[in-house]
């Protein structure tokens, strides 16, 4: 498992500001029929004005990991800047969850070049 979560974070880390694994993978409770949560916030400083808009962002993203649905199911979040921060301000009990008790996979701040 640790090698297809590698390779998401290789797939994804040059458009992404933060990589999380959630739920019951990030918790170690994870069951034969378990699929991983991934959090992603990408680089595009959008906010999606309607359904296509957000479709069209989560399939950029989506189509890159479409190989490895075919291993394990995997529920994908992805969040542009702006929807991160109002993901944030909103602190839903979804959001909170997913920070606090996360695995945080990738952060671009922890790996600046230069």
């Known amino acids: ?3 297809i979560i590698d390779t998401i974070v290789e797939r ?4 992404s500001y933060l990589i999380i ?19 992603i916030v990408t ?5 999606p004005n309607n359904w296509t808009q ?4 989560y399939l950029k993203y ?6 490895l649905q075919k291993i394990i199911p995997i529920d994908l979040i992805v969040h542009t800047q702006p929807m991160y921060k109002k993901f944030v301000e909103l602190q839903s009990s979804f ?3 997913i920070f606090q008790q996360g695995i945080v996979l990738w952060d ?3 790996h600046k070049s230069g």
């Open 95 to 97: 959001s909170k969850k």
């Open 43 to 47: 680089k595009d400083n959008i906010f």
């Open 1 to 3: 498992m640790q090698q």
């Open 21 to 39: 694994l959630f739920g019951s993978y990030a918790a170690h409770k994870q069951h034969r029929d378990s699929n991983l949560d991934i959090y």
């Open 12 to 15: 994804f880390k040059n458009d």
């Open 54 to 57: 957000k479709s069209q962002i």
């Open 108 to 110: 671009a701040k922890l």
């Open 62 to 67: 989506a189509r890159k990991i479409s190989d």
